[in-house]
């Protein structure tokens, strides 16, 4: 037993000495790992004709203030003349940090506006081999004075109806700097009369069946730019509708199975041999038969849930254009029950607060329960205790989202109808 | 650094020694791998190991050079040498096979030469090392093993040097 002990003793003690020996020992060499994984890399690229020759900074001459940040990159012409995106080959340098700084992604941080030389620092992309490229970034708060809106996919002339198209501007400032190219702190509208969607990130999506001429303002503060543009479906040719990437005329697919469609626009091949994918412009609808659920709107918009058993067309409409599949949705869809949430006839929330509506119908068969909310009719009945929104489209987490006002308390029925079963909830707000 | 290394190494031996049963020498050879950026030398190697081990552990020593160098574009990889200082984890031989896992730390010395805009110079990569490997016994010569193994030399963001080891062992 003594002797056990003694030899455990041991065991521990020396244990105790290699842990003092890890801690002695714990720490790395100095040595050139970076220089040499450099020269490597600067190796590898000469061997392959990938040396870059040229380099060109993109998204410069900007204006932002302090705390914003703004995204650069950079593209480098090489040893072979192709051209490719180098934005994180390069090392990044700012020729003033107490202004703005950049990491080594491009990514540049303004840390504090300036009124010497319109708050102008330069940053710089150095390749390994040296070459360099510059770019001018300007930080100061001072007010915005005009703006001027252009197009920038295409550069001019009409636009091709259904064909993403996007906006951008040049905005001048008090100091007279003007920040080119630039979308930041702009709201954009339309005119009232266009069917053209704007998105906050200056993209224009278009859809007439005839030429359509669309007034985009964008507004920073008091101050607004305008520019026509003018849509014209004259070079849309044919649309496609896609699944899993290929062009399509039959589908089949399951009661509760999801899937996605694609739109896509050919045109003229005088003008274009190029597909266009149209996901943003095409609208989705059924032929007579209410077969299945589609999702037009949002992150998931040409989503498709098979909701009943026969066979129903898609329709993806464009330019007054139309490309057309044939759906067939196999399966039972005899609905058992209707069920709001988890079936509970009343549901309190306090003011202020919001409650997620899911209707789930339920079968006799496969599958046995789906989340129909998105494809269902929900009534408010005249209530205004409530904003109410579709949300999570085009997913099995589709809800109808109730907000209730900060001040009103009160009650209100929600009824919802799905294959005409009418199911409801009462909701106290307290 | 070499200092530190060397007052471990006694410090450990001398408390190791008192408890040691037996003592071994391995002779394997390694083709290392040398990667960075993406490429890769891999210069032959010859590995020495010294150990003392007692009830599945063992304190091993390693000295590890070269045979030839290797190239990567223009550029040529020497590995002078690695001396490393393991405590090797030993599992019961099972059936003629065992695994060790071993930890600990090396100091290898590489040379790198190439045209004058790339790099030369002699650079020391220490720091923690890792092994595992899998021996059996060599039938009719149970004093004998044949081993081989993975082992990581050195590990930072830009480069990793490890071995792949083929080689026999022989307990006194």
Same mark, same amino acid.
């Given at each position: 037993?003594?002797?056990?002990?003694?030899?455990?003793?041991?065991?521990?003690?020396?244990?105790?000495?290699?842990?003092?020996?890890?801690?002695?020992?714990?720490?790395?060499?100095?040595?050139?790992?970076?220089?040499?994984?450099?020269?490597?890399?600067?190796?590898?690229?000469?061997?392959?004709?990938?040396?870059?020759?040229?380099?060109?900074?993109?998204?410069?001459?900007?204006?932002?203030?302090?705390?914003?940040?703004?995204?650069?990159?950079?593209?480098?012409?090489?040893?072979?003349?192709?051209?490719?995106?180098?934005?994180?080959?390069?090392?990044?340098?700012?020729?003033?940090?107490?202004?703005?700084?950049?990491?080594?992604?491009?990514?540049?941080?303004?840390?504090?506006?300036?009124?010497?030389?319109?708050?102008?620092?330069?940053?710089?992309?150095?390749? %390994?081999?040296?070459?360099?490229?510059?770019?001018?970034?300007?930080?100061?708060?001072?007010?915005?004075?005009?703006?001027?809106?252009?197009?920038?996919?295409?550069?001019?002339?009409?636009?091709?109806?259904? %064909?993403?198209?996007?906006?951008?501007?040049?905005?001048?400032?008090?100091?007279?700097?003007?920040?080119?190219?630039?979308?930041?702190?702009?709201?954009?509208?339309?005119?009232?009369?266009?069917?053209?969607?704007?998105?906050?990130?200056?993209?224009?999506?278009?859809?007439?069946?005839?030429?359509?001429?669309?007034?985009?303002?964008?507004?920073?503060?008091?101050?607004?730019?305008?520019?026509?543009?003018?849509?014209?479906?004259?070079?849309?040719?044919?649309?496609?509708?896609?699944?899993?990437?290929?062009?399509?005329?039959?589908?089949?697919?399951?009661?509760?199975?999801?899937?996605?469609?694609?739109?896509?626009?050919?045109?003229?091949?005088?003008?274009?041999?190029?597909?266009?994918?149209?996901?943003?412009?095409?609208?989705?609808?059924?032929?007579?038969?209410?077969?299945?659920?589609?999702?037009?709107?949002?992150?998931?918009?040409?989503?498709?849930?098979?909701?009943?058993?026969?066979?129903?067309?898609?329709?993806?409409?464009?330019?007054?254009?139309?490309?057309?599949?044939?759906?067939? %949705?196999?399966?039972?869809?005899?609905?058992?029950?209707?069920?709001?949430?988890?079936?509970?006839?009343?549901?309190?929330?306090?003011?202020?607060?919001?409650?997620?509506?899911?209707?789930?119908?339920?079968?006799?068969?496969?599958?046995?329960?789906?989340?129909?909310?998105?494809?269902?009719?929900?009534?408010?009945?005249?209530?205004?205790?409530?904003?109410?929104?579709?949300?999570?489209?085009?997913?099995?987490?589709?809800?109808?989202?109730?907000?209730?006002?900060?001040?009103?308390?009160?009650?209100?029925?929600?009824?919802?109808?799905?294959?005409?079963?009418?199911?409801?909830?009462?909701?106290?707000?307290? | 650094?070499?200092?530190?290394?060397?007052?471990?190494?006694?410090?450990?031996?001398?408390?190791?020694?008192?408890?040691?049963?037996?003592?071994?020498?391995?002779?394997?050879?390694?083709?290392?791998?040398?990667?960075?950026?993406?490429?890769?030398?891999?210069?032959?190697?010859?590995?020495?190991?010294?150990?003392?081990?007692?009830?599945?552990?063992?304190?091993?020593?390693?000295?590890?050079?070269?045979?030839?160098?290797?190239?990567?574009?223009?550029?040529?990889?020497?590995?002078?040498?690695?001396?490393?200082?393991?405590?090797?984890?030993?599992?019961?031989?099972?059936?003629?096979?065992?695994?060790?896992?071993?930890?600990?730390?090396?100091?290898?010395?590489?040379?790198?030469?190439?045209?004058?805009?790339?790099?030369?110079?002699?650079?020391?990569?220490?720091?923690?090392?890792?092994?595992?490997?899998?021996?059996?016994?060599?039938?009719?010569?149970?004093?004998?093993?044949?081993?081989?193994?993975?082992?990581?030399?050195?590990?930072?963001?830009?480069?990793?040097?490890?071995?792949?080891?083929?080689?026999?062992?022989?307990?006194?």
């Amino acid at each position: 037993m003594k002797i056990k002990s003694f030899i455990n003793f041991q065991k521990l003690s020396f244990i105790a000495v290699l842990s003092i020996c890890a801690v002695v020992t714990a720490c790395g060499s100095d040595n050139n790992s970076d220089k040499l994984a450099k020269a490597v890399k600067l190796e590898s690229q000469r061997a392959q004709g990938t040396l870059i020759e040229s380099v060109t900074i993109l998204g410069d001459s900007t204006r932002l203030k302090a705390g914003e940040t703004h995204q650069l990159s950079a593209s480098g012409v090489d040893s072979n003349n192709e051209t490719r995106d180098i934005t994180n080959e390069l090392t990044w340098e700012s020729s003033d940090t107490s202004i703005a700084t950049v990491n080594n992604a491009g990514l540049v941080t303004a840390v504090a506006n300036s009124d010497i030389n319109q708050g102008i620092v330069i940053i710089a992309g150095t390749t %390994i081999n040296g070459i360099s490229g510059e770019g001018e970034i300007s930080v100061s708060d001072v007010a915005v004075t005009t703006i001027s809106l252009k197009q920038i996919t295409p550069s001019s002339g009409s636009i091709n109806t259904c %064909i993403d198209a996007y906006i951008s501007g040049d905005v001048g400032y008090v100091d007279g700097y003007t920040s080119l190219n630039t979308i930041k702190g702009m709201n954009f509208s339309l005119d009232s009369d266009s069917t053209a969607i704007v998105t906050s990130k200056g993209a224009l999506y278009t859809s007439a069946a005839q030429l359509e001429t669309s007034t985009i303002t964008a507004r920073i503060g008091d101050i607004y730019g305008q520019l026509t543009v003018a849509a014209d479906p004259i070079n849309l040719e044919t649309l496609d509708i896609l699944f899993d990437d290929e062009v399509t005329k039959i589908i089949t697919l399951n009661v509760g199975e999801r899937i996605q469609v694609n739109g896509q626009a050919n045109l003229d091949p005088t003008f274009s041999t190029k597909q266009y994918s149209i996901d943003n412009s095409i609208s989705w609808s059924q032929g007579d038969h209410e077969l299945i659920g589609i999702t037009n709107s949002g992150d998931n918009k040409g989503t498709i849930l098979g909701l009943a058993p026969g066979v129903t067309t898609l329709i993806g409409s464009c330019g007054g254009k139309e490309a057309k599949a044939t759906i067939e %949705i196999k399966g039972e869809s005899t609905i058992d029950s209707l069920k709001i949430n988890d079936g509970s006839d009343i549901i309190t929330i306090a003011p202020s607060e919001s409650i997620e509506l899911i209707l789930t119908a339920n079968y006799n068969s496969a599958p046995n329960s789906m989340n129909v909310s998105e494809f269902a009719q929900w009534n408010l009945n005249g209530s205004d205790l409530f904003d109410a929104e579709l949300t999570a489209l085009g997913t099995d987490k589709a809800s109808f989202k109730l907000t209730s006002s900060a001040n009103n308390k009160g009650s209100a029925i929600i009824s919802v109808i799905y294959d005409n079963i009418i199911s409801s909830v009462r909701i106290n707000v307290e | 650094m070499k200092n530190k290394f060397l007052l471990a190494f006694f410090i450990l031996i001398s408390s190791f020694q008192c408890f040691a049963d037996t003592y071994y020498v391995g002779l394997d050879y390694t083709m290392t791998g040398i990667e960075l950026s993406g490429e890769k030398a891999e210069p032959d190697a010859t590995a020495i190991r010294l150990g003392a081990s007692n009830n599945n552990m063992a304190l091993e020593v390693q000295y590890l050079t070269s045979n030839k160098t290797e190239n990567i574009y223009s550029m040529t990889f020497d590995l002078d040498q690695s001396v490393g200082l393991y405590f090797v984890l030993q599992s019961d031989i099972d059936d003629g096979y065992g695994i060790n896992v071993s930890l600990g730390y090396a100091m290898n010395k590489m040379a790198v030469s190439g045209p004058s805009d790339t790099y030369n110079g002699e650079d020391n990569y220490d720091g923690f090392s890792w092994r595992i490997a899998i021996h059996r016994e060599i039938p009719y010569l149970e004093q004998a093993q044949i081993r081989l193994a993975y082992q990581s030399l050195y590990k930072d963001s830009n480069i990793e040097i490890t071995g792949i080891s083929l080689g026999i062992t022989y307990q006194f």
